[in-house]
């Protein structure tokens, strides 16, 4: 498939006119063809006008169509086949291994929405029969569903081209909500956008759907970005990036005449907790493993592991011996943008010049301008709640290492730190206690606790959060991966002594949808 640098806004396709984009070839650094038009204000109008006259007529598709769709939709970003892989590897400088497996991660994920959508339990559908004889007053006839917020405006994430992106989680679960999708491609991967997009849109078409229910703009933060979220008929935002980018958007959103929600996911530090017994037994592996996943993808995952905090001692020791041998087989990587790299180097030399840090471990050295060191530091726990620029996030392969001086330190240390997605205990059996102590503290800061294993890499299920409190998100009351994040763009109707044939399917009393319903407070198929 030819990429030809236009938007698609429904149905059509087209140049943009403000200021072209031009993706750079990551490991190369020169500017790629073709160049994509920016939108312009009219683009962003014309594609949100076309959202909201599609989202009526969606939102009520039978759940067997819209997770047809869902699952049209998979197949044919399979479709695109290696062209997909090799544009995003020259885009994104990722490896095809990990291209591949991410595309087979997005595939996944509308698929698994697919079987939520034909689940029907997002319905949440509950009746509360009328209790017309209840003294001293009748109870009327309750009934609750949700039903979908409306067009969703999505930011395509710079460090994941195709499982954050076009048809990442945000677009998988709010399409499978029923809501219109108009995304704003991230402009360091526009021809990997604009593939996904045309295989959206044409099974958008193949479905018979109104043709507003997906767009893809490309364009500036300030034109196309600002300009969605603060369109009237946009219900709710979802958007991967920087902090920066992501409270500006939250800004916005709050100013409307009407506010909506923003899901944004920003920035975290992911601590790990390496305690005593554990590091006692494996403080080698542990070294090895944290390494592995440091470097993983140059380091340029939300869940980076950029934070250790350590009991001194031997055992520290000899973490960082192992982890000082394995940075020294880690090659320097390709960063995603001349951008990301340039911000990871100033936070590394910031780190590098602040006193009261050290510098344990390097990776190998860059042996291109496009390339990004792994690197490892160190502090006392005293100069890290001195410096609160220390918690601070550096995107990519760098990691800081605290070394506290008892438990009750690592405790205080852990109860100042700011919202995570995740947190990473390291014990053994003889650890129990003090993780019974640390956990009640990591619930409130952070989306997901794991023990014994590494935070990168997010598996798409059920039980899975992506998310976690601020500013590691803009709203920790959901996830951006998993089943469950069908729920923030879904919002409960109740209906009140509506008679029959004005019910939902949902919500009749011959439960024509097979669902799982409340009913009168007890779940059963009824
Ligand atoms: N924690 C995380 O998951 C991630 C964090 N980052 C951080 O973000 C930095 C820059 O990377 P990018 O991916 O380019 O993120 P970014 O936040 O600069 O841009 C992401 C998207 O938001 C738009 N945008 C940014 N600021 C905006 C504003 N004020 N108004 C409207 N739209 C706006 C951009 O045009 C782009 O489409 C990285 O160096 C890293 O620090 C980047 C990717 C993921
Ligand atoms: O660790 C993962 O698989 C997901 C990471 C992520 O969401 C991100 O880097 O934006």
Redesign the pocket.
Known sequence: MPISGEMLIGATALRGTDKPIRAIEAATGQPMEPAFGGGTAADVDRACSLAWAAFDTYRETAPEARAAFLEACAQAILDIGDELITRAMAESGLPRGRLEGERGRTVGQLRLFAGEVRDGSYLSARIDPALPARAPLPRPDLRLRMIPLGPVAV?????FPLAFSVAGGDTASALAAGCPVVV?A???HPGTSELVGRAIQGAVKAAGLPEGVFSMLFG???VV??GLVADPRIKAVG????R??GT??MKTAAARPEPIPVYA????INPVFLLPKAMASRAAAIGKGFVGSLTLGAGQF?TNPGLVLALEGPDLDTFLASATEALGGAPAQTMLTP??LS?YQTGVSHLAGNNRVRKVASGQLATAGTQGEAALFETTAAHFMDDPALAE?V?GAASLVIRCPDVETMLRLAEGLEGQLTATIQMEEGDVEMAKKLLPVLERRVGRILVNGYPTGVELSHAMVHGGPYPSTSDGRSTSVGTMAITRFLRPVCYQDMPEALLPAALRNDNPMGLWRRVDGALGQK
């Open positions: 930011f395509g994430a710079s460090n704003k991230h402009s360091a500036s933060g300030q970005g600002q958007f991967t990036g920087s920066s980018g500006a958007l996911e920003m920035s975290s939300c951008g990301i911000a996030e995107f």
